[in-house]
């Protein structure tokens, strides 16, 4: 099967559509993709000057969203990751889609994405310090701004502030498609990291109350009650994850190859990773999975105990796929000679 190509209507170039152009979700862009590549997008941004950002959704028709853009800079920042990418990435998901530049910075939306006021931090004497630092605090906070970004709204708004943190950390590993794009699993998945946390709650107290004898003794009443609480807890859990194919168990999204490295590595790039073909290309080519792939195939070589038939049809298979592989590159060097023959008539002409 070849790879899909299209040509960028900027630069003109026909390149492989997965890891050159980003996903959209606007009816006239039939592939699935938008029609100017991601190099020519970016390329086109000054992230000194907004007015080039803006030009650029313009163009593609995607809004701009000021509090997005913001949270999109802290976490490039601290991801060391592009900024652009990013933004687009949060402005593909399941809420902001259907978006268009002429939403751009809509009151209500910005309302739904952050509890963050509306307006832009003031740097006069009025904010005092305090403020301040709450305000940095909630912007270094990757998992809560991730959680926000793909719900578009918080969902611990009103949980005890010790306990955000920690219920963020949790939910953020549960948000993957499948979730997001399930409007009965969603709420779920959040039922259950709360549940989990009223479970850490409970541990918490029978370990502080069986810290010695005494205590134990004292307590013995309100341990069993909060026993039994915890059991009815994690039923509960336990009930909800089937139901809903949430635990790995009963999965009921589960893809062949999903949590492979070839399958996470897709994802990465659909998502605007432009990294992940880099790493993984440095993970295939790495000395230390070339000696786990020969520890592999020498187990399998001896598990198998081949016959001369095996023998005979390994070797010819081998041959052929060789010959194949050596024509290609014949191919490919004939293509790069002419290649080079072309770029040196260039050279002597500008000369």
Known sequence: MGVNKKSCT???KNLTIATNFYKSYSKFDADGYMAICRKCLKDSIDYSDLKTVKDTLVQINRPYIHSIWLSSSEEAKNKNQDHF???????????????????SDDVETKKKISNLPIEEPSTDSNLNNQEIEQFELELQDNNRLDVIKMLGYDPFEFENNRDKRHLYNKLVDFLDEGTLEDGFKLPTVIEIVKTFNQLDKINNTISNMTTDVASLTSNAGTI????????KLYKSVLALAKDNGISVNHNNNKSKGSGTLSGIIKQLQEKGFEEASVNLFDIETCAGMSQVADISNESIFKQLQFDENDYSA?????REIITDLNNKVSKYEEEIRLLKKELLKFTNKNI
């Open 85 to 103: 990418g990013l933004y687009i990435k949060t402005i593909q998901m399941k809420d902001f889609r259907d978006l268009t530049w002429k939403d």
């Open 224 to 231: 069993k009650s909060l026993i039994d609480a915890k059991d």
């Open 10 to 12: 900027s630069c003109k």
């Open 314 to 318: 390994m070797l010819i298979e081998q």
